[in-house]
C-alpha cells in the first residue's frame, strides 16, 4: 500500500495523473478512527470485505472522520474537547492541513462537508459565551478559516448534512462545558436540547424534546434518504429516562422511541452511535456501556430487536443490514450477510463514517 500511495502521490505532483477518487485509496467503504496497544492512534479506512484498505497515524485520539465527497480525502476529528483536527490524503497516506480551533473554542468531534465538497462544516464550544458555532473552512484554499454561525442551541455535537441539498442538521447536546472544569457538566438542571436545522448560516427550524425529556441530551444523528431524523440520546438524570431513541421530520414534532423498560434499562442511559439500517427501515443505535445494538422500527417507532455485543460504539448501514465496530478490534457484519473480522492491534473508536 505504501510503494502504492507514493507512486500516485508522485505522478499527481508532476500532472500526468487524473484527479485521484477514492478508488485510488483501496475503495474503502467506511472509516474509523482507533487506538493502538502501544498508545498512538490511527485513522484506518475499511472495505466491504471488512479489510483494512489503509492505516495512518493520528496525533491523538480521534473520534469522528468527515469524508470528501469527490476526492479520497478526510478530516479526523479530535475527541471532545479536542483542538485539532487534521486533513488526510488517504491515496498518498499523509496529512496535507491541519485545522486548529480559534481561541476561546474547541472542536466536538464532528463534521460535515458541503454537497460539492467546498466547505467544512465543524461543531464548536465557544466556552467562555456558553454557546455552541458552527465553524466554516475552505477545503480549497487548504481549509483555511472562513466564518462562523451559531448552532441554534447549547453543545453542538454530530452535525449533518440532508442528502442532496445545503440543509445541515445539528444535535444540540444542551450541556454546557468549559475546559477549565474539565468535562464536568455545568448546567444539567437547565440544560435544553434540540435539533436544529441550517441553510446558509441561519437556523430555519428546530425541534425541541419535551420538558420532562430535558436531560436527554442529543448527541448523535442519521439521516435517511428522505431527510428524516434518527436520534440517539445520553440520559443526564440520576434514574433511567423514559425513552433514548427519537425520530423526527421537519415540520411535525418529535417521535420517541418506544421499548420496555428491561431493554431501555440495558443501554445503561447511552447511546453511543445511530444508523438507519440498508432498507432504511429500521434505525439501529449502540451503547458501548450496555454491550447491545439495538433496532426500531421507523414506521412505529419501536424497539424491534437487540444484539449483544461488548463495547460496540460505531455503526453503518451494509448490504444486507448493519456493520458494528467494537472497542475490541472486532468488526461485525449483522443482518442477512453475517460476519466477522478480528483486528485485535486496533481499538476501534466511537463511530462508523460512510465514504
Request: glycine share 14%; hydrophobic share 40%; with cysteine.
Amino acid at each position: 500500500m505504501a510503494s502504492r500511495r507514493g507512486f500516485i502521490a508522485g505522478l499527481l505532483a508532476t500532472g500526468l495523473a487524473p484527479a485521484a477518487t477514492w478508488a485510488d485509496a483501496g475503495a474503502p467503504s467506511w472509516l474509523s478512527a482507533a487506538g493502538l496497544p502501544d498508545g498512538g492512534f490511527v485513522l484506518c479506512g475499511i472495505g466491504p470485505d471488512l479489510n483494512l484498505r489503509f492505516r495512518i497515524a493520528l496525533p491523538g485520539r480521534g473520534h469522528a472522520a468527515a469524508a470528501h465527497p469527490t476526492r479520497p480525502e478526510a478530516v479526523a476529528f479530535a475527541r471532545r474537547p479536542g483542538t485539532f483536527a487534521v486533513v488526510i490524503d488517504c491515496a498518498a497516506g499523509r496529512q496535507t492541513a491541519h485545522l486548529a480551533a480559534p481561541e476561546g473554542r474547541h472542536f466536538y468531534g464532528h463534521g460535515a462537508f458541503s454537497l460539492d465538497g467546498r466547505w467544512l462544516y465543524t461543531t464548536e464550544n465557544d466556552y467562555d459565551a456558553a454557546r455552541g458555532v458552527i465553524g466554516v473552512w475552505d477545503a480549497a484554499h487548504g481549509y483555511a478559516r472562513a466564518g462562523e454561525f451559531g448552532s441554534g442551541g447549547i453543545g453542538p455535537h454530530e452535525i449533518r448534512r440532508t442528502p442532496g441539498r445545503e440543509t445541515l442538521v445539528v444535535a444540540n447536546g444542551g450541556i454546557e462545558t468549559h475546559p477549565a472544569s474539565g468535562r464536568t457538566k455545568l448546567n444539567i438542571p437547565l440544560m435544553r436540547p434540540n435539533l436544529s436545522y441550517i441553510e446558509d448560516g441561519t437556523v430555519v427550524d428546530s425541534a425541541a424534546l419535551p420538558g420532562s425529556m430535558h436531560k436527554g441530551s442529543i448527541r448523535h444523528i442519521a439521516v435517511s434518504a428522505l431527510g428524516e431524523v434518527a436520534f440517539g440520546l445520553q440520559w443526564q438524570g440520576g434514574e433511567d429516562g423514559p425513552a433514548l431513541v427519537g425520530l423526527h421530520r421537519r415540520g411535525t414534532p418529535p417521535r420517541l422511541c418506544t421499548a420496555s423498560e428491561a431493554d431501555l434499562r440495558a443501554m445503561q442511559g447511552y447511546v453511543g452511535s445511530v444508523a438507519f439500517t440498508a432498507g432504511q427501515r429500521d434505525v439501529a443505535v449502540t451503547s458501548p456501556r450496555g454491550g447491545l445494538v439495538q433496532t426500531y422500527s421507523v414506521a412505529d417507532a419501536r424497539h424491534t430487536a437487540s444484539t449483544s455485543i461488548r463495547d460496540a460504539c460505531g455503526v453503518a448501514p451494509c448490504r444486507g443490514g448493519l456493520l458494528v465496530a467494537s472497542g475490541t478490534g472486532a468488526l461485525q457484519r449483522i443482518g442477512q450477510e453475517a460476519a466477522r473480522a478480528d483486528h485485535a492491534a486496533l481499538m476501534w473508536d466511537n463511530h462508523l463514517v460512510a465514504v
